[in-house]
């Protein structure tokens, strides 16, 4: 078994591409990739090191498979648990509720124990309202990105976060470059 879990949720694909694009930086036997559809709440416990990925959809709402488990999710007890998030949104098209799944998974996950790391600048993102932005911070939970708007800025968000997030799980890893 891997060190760290990467659990994502992806409807159009976008969420799970950039899931096994992590997984390819810090290298496949660092990193088991979930799709969270497929999984049990058991299987969170095999990991203390966590990546969970997940994409907003329109006005604010989370994605479907996130949003079937997500009453699972709340009874996880993430105490002793290390987690980074990545989240995707659309900046301009709903710019009021950009990565908004991001910032609630983040809010039950702490809710209930975990150490999240991983944030991220919110500079050079338009956005008007976001829930994944900490309060009177400039960052974002996790890694924000945005395959509709800002798709060319994907790999270098990527490789900078991945390696950030390696250092910040104390992995002492090289990340490889990303795609």
Sequence with gaps: MAEVGLFFGSD??????????????????????????????????????????????DFGQIQSDWDDFWADLEEIDFSGKTVALFGLGDQFGYGDFFLDAMGMLHDVIVANGATVIGHWPTEGYEF????????????????????????????????????????????????????
């Design 12 to 57: 159009e694909g976008n969420t799970e591409s950039v899931a096994y694009k992590i997984q390819a930086a810090f290298g496949e036997d660092m990193i088991d990739v979930l799709d969270v559809a497929n999984v049990t709440q058991l299987e969170f416990a095999n990991f203390e090191k966590l990546i969970f990925g997940i994409p907003t959809w």
């Design 128 to 179: 008007d309202a976001s829930k994944a932005k900490l309060a009177d911070q400039d960052v974002f939970v996790g890694l924000a990105l945005d395959e509709d708007q800002q798709p060319e800025l994907t790999g270098q968000r990527l490789y900078a976060w991945c390696q950030q997030v390696a250092n910040e799980f104390e992995l002492g890893i090289e990340v490889n470059p990303v795609d």
